[in-house]
């Protein structure tokens, strides 16, 4: 477990944000808490604080996602940071520039925090483990390991629909193997303490350690859906895959595919989420993605505000107290 | 003509900016009368006010175009709003998000604006009709229909010269087929209430349905000129032709490439424009593109005016009534 | 010599920044004196001051270098400038806009200032010369011809470690025939009056010109080395070399590489410097690139400074005078 204490600094408090596995509960809270500060400015006419004036924010994104640069993008302005858009690939290591003496450099230009994006398990921790002691890393998706921001907004919204994580029961559907957004939310929910967790999909999806985090496991969704109080659909990650693991979309989406008469096996006031962007017709129904239940673009706007949290927290600006949420 | 009506909102005010087409001259002339206040701003030392500070306004270029997103981002930045720029190829429709998902989750990220860039046809309405209620809509161009903004910003530079609206001739010279900018122009030089406005073009560059816009048609440009006070080139959209509608370059300058000897067919006093970039030596002479007749650059400074003037009042922040033009 | 001129305006301040030669001893000596007052913004926790707020600086990049493009961006951002980055690659040149054209519709955009790296020698000089007189440019690297900031940083960097120029002994190391920056070091170093001025390198990558600079010549490191006070090792350009001009990347490494044995022939006291990005194993060995002579990570730092006090000079906004280093 020490690999991970790198996220925490000598006093307790929060110095990166590399993965939600082996974070105190009441961190997670304190993210929580004081996101709930953030949700009005995206509402507000003017959507901007100035909590990070002056601070430089490298976005550095070794795998290409537009969706993902442009919250952390968004987030950054809207607390007046300064950022930096670095796409790798057509960047300095095409003259062999190494990793670290990238860092470095960025290091050198005064750069106070780096938001890391990588196709390779493991990059953000490797990174956050080699920069100068003032810089603080968010890591935005490494591989198959974790994407912790994802899972917070997650939790956010959870809360923000079912209070109390102790009472709830929370299915996870699809592609576990593959899914680093997966992993994240299975630490946050056992950590947040909800009263039991699921994740259901095929053998061929199922990592073989999951069993080890405190899940139970299913391969029939009706069984595993019944009496959930969320669902949590995965992408199906096509562009992931090596080999045939599953027989065809098609025959995925009857098996795994979220359809108003799987749904009606969840509590009836359950609400399904994704992480998107969604794949209508193979992992979800139009009519469930778009229905009363699906809080999918809540998710989106609570991203927002969660990685504004996050920002904020790491780099000892919060809130001020008077605004908090009690 | 309901399709247009999305423009305009209860109240009649400007919506969203899509087309010169079905709009009222009095919004129009509002739009020109507004620019006014910005085209000092431009030469300010600090050429920034804060009337969309906060705003979060994204460029969603469907097809590249560095100069007009240019445009569009310097107005935005001296209006001091957030520019998000988002090239659509590079983008999540890569992962196969729907064009309507991207949108729901630029509304859930609290966007406040779309400039819409697009190849085809009826793009901007397609996204204005299927925006919240709450986010306005630019159209930088799309396919052969309309491109709105450089007709108005065309419809400023001949009114800081000529004044009287009622009293001029135009010409439009060149490829009206392929041509949004003229169909947006047409439009709006008839709905301030020309004179006479002419097209001039080979028969193969000239669509049909023109002669139903109530302009006079020509294949002749010497006799098109004459005693026209505004002469409007057009570029030669060499990449958007399909088979051979010219015979070749040389001959379309010989016969419709602008001259000072075909100028001086025009009235003395007479004004050139072209939307840019010129094809120096196809559809213009050098002579004349940078000759005293020629107003091309102003009509680049102009359309950043046009553009802070659009933004301004369809986000309804508009500039202080006391330094307002009277 | 009365190409250079005009960087410098009637009244003898500098308007461009396009290259050391034919600088005055006083105008250098201004800028390092200038630069001082920024080196401390990177260290505060709001890295912003409004010196150019308001002000339009485009990125004109004809060449891809994330590397210098970033250092000007944070500059420029940490000035409060707007940025305009443009990619030529993918630009309006793609419709077959000339260069003086795109040159024309900047000024008319309101842009102030010009930051050109181009693969041709030269080529921000010629944009100098046509650009309109309240437009300012500054070079960041045109062909195997100057790279004046980079030069200039370097000399900031001396000065901070060795202050009197007069006493020292500088070894420029390497591929000197493909090295804008070297070109640019030697004129900043023998205006700013140094003892001596060594160019150590096989013949293949010495240029014959270079006699004439007033530089001493050697192809053996070791006799070059003895008694420097400053070490300035260049990158191997592999990607601009054209034939062999060296028999492989390891024989250059032994007989030009910096190893702790060849530093041992320098002074005790001599500092080492690099560009960036480095090669390691090629022209440096790890071992002296992160040892306690180098200062290669300073000059990233330094770079941030340098062009935050060119760029707040060429535009006429000085840090304020109460501020002023003395």
Do not use: W
């Not at 919250?71 to 190494?98: C, M, P, Q, Y």
């Amino acid at each position: 477990m020490k690999q991970y204490n790198i996220q925490i600094d000598e006093n307790g408090k929060l110095r990166h944000f590399l993965t939600t596995e082996g974070l105190k509960r009441q961190l997670l809270v304190d993210i929580l808490d004081h996101a709930e500060n953030f949700t009005s400015v995206g509402n507000r006419s003017v959507k901007k604080i100035p909590l990070l004036r002056g601070n430089t924010i490298a976005n550095l994104f070794f795998e290409p996602s537009t969706r993902t640069r442009t919250t952390f993008e968004l987030a950054a302005k809207r607390l007046s940071a300064d950022v930096l858009n670095i796409n790798i690939n057509t960047s300095a290591t095409t003259k062999g520039e190494s990793l670290l003496d990238m860092l470095r450099n960025l290091e050198a230009m005064h750069c106070d925090m780096f938001v890391v994006r990588h196709s390779q398990s493991g990059a953000a921790h490797f990174i956050a483990r080699h920069v100068a002691p003032h810089i603080r890393v968010i890591n935005a998706g490494d591989g198959s390991h974790a994407h912790p921001t994802q899972a917070m907004l997650d939790m956010f919204t959870i809360r923000r629909h079912k209070k109390e994580f102790a009472d709830l029961r929370v299915a996870i559907v699809g592609d576990i193997l593959h899914s680093r957004v997966a992993r994240s939310q299975i630490h946050a929910l056992t950590t947040l303490g909800v009263h039991e967790v699921r994740v259901i999909g095929p053998e061929t999806l199922l990592p073989r350690e999951v069993q080890n985090l405190g899940v139970h496991i299913y391969h029939d969704l009706h069984a595993g859906l019944a009496n959930v109080d969320v669902i949590i659909m995965l992408r199906l990650q096509r562009e992931r895959m090596t080999g045939a693991l599953i027989p065809s979309e098609r025959e995925y989406f009857e098996l795994y595919g979220l359809t108003p008469e799987k749904l009606a096996f969840a509590k009836p006031d359950a609400i399904v989420m994704h992480p998107g962007p969604i794949n209508r017709g193979v992992e979800i129904s139009s009519e469930v993605a778009d229905g009363p239940h699906s809080v999918i673009l809540e998710q989106v706007s609570n991203g927002i505000a969660i990685r504004m949290a996050v920002m904020s927290i790491i780099m000892g600006n919060r809130f001020g107290n008077d605004e908090e949420r009690e």
